[in-house]
């Protein structure tokens, strides 16, 4: 039925002894990497109908789902609000880097009300950029749009993109197909304490 079989797992890794503690998921967890170069292929929809599909399965506080994901496909139109944003950035004086030329962008907006704003649609990010790594895509999160959201110039394209005028975007998602694997940069593991 293609459910998980929880009782056959628990058994499993309870007599797992050293047989190596991994499996499908973990690996794309530990595998996923920040990528931001694309070749000139495009993302195909239904590839992304499942991407944001695994954004909206993510949890939210109280469940509030106040988040909205909006997608850009065309890359003429993607250049068009790169180069806004690196022009209002530049102005404010927001960091703007990391921003290529992908071939898909997912806006993660939520209610600038919402007490879990920024949590929320980081599940969601990453819930995202996850499955696009499961399906060998890469992708990239890009902050700038967020401080520089109500902006006049970035807020009219906002508008134009069916974005509410009380969303802010959290986070700007780059997507495409690799030119080449990501790099593991160093992971700290002295942040990791046990109490026991
Ligand atoms: C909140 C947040 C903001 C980020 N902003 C940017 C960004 O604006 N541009 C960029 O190229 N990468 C950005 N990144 C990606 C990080 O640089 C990257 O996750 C980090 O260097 C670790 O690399 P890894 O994702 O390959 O493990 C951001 C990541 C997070 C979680």
């Given at each position: 039925m293609q459910k998980l079989d929880r009782k056959a797992l628990k058994q499993m890794w309870a007599e797992s002894?050293?047989?190596?503690?991994?499996?499908e998921v973990i690996r794309c967890l530990m595998e996923r990497r920040s990528i931001r170069d694309f070749t000139d292929e495009p993302v195909p929809r239904a590839l992304i109908d499942v991407i944001l599909q695994t954004g909206i399965h993510a949890p939210s506080g109280h469940n509030m789902q106040t988040w909205q994901f909006t997608i850009l496909r065309d890359v003429g139109e993607i250049q068009r609000l790169k180069e806004v944003t690196a022009r209002v950035a530049a102005a404010s004086k927001v960091y703007f880097y990391g921003?290529?030329?992908?071939?898909a962008l997912i806006l993660v907006s939520n209610d600038r009300r919402s007490h879990f704003k920024e949590v929320d649609s980081a599940c969601a990010a990453e819930n995202m950029m996850l499955a696009a790594h499961s399906f060998g895509l890469g992708s990239v999160w890009i902050n700038a749009l967020g401080p520089i959201s109500d902006e006049p110039e970035i807020r009219a394209l906002l508008d134009e993109y069916g974005i509410p005028k009380q969303h802010t975007v959290i986070a700007t998602l780059a997507m495409g197909w690799p030119k080449e694997p990501g790099r593991l940069l160093a992971k700290k593991q002295n942040v990791i304490h046990w109490v026991e």
């Open positions: 002894k050293d047989m190596p503690l991994t499996n921003f290529n030329e992908p071939k």
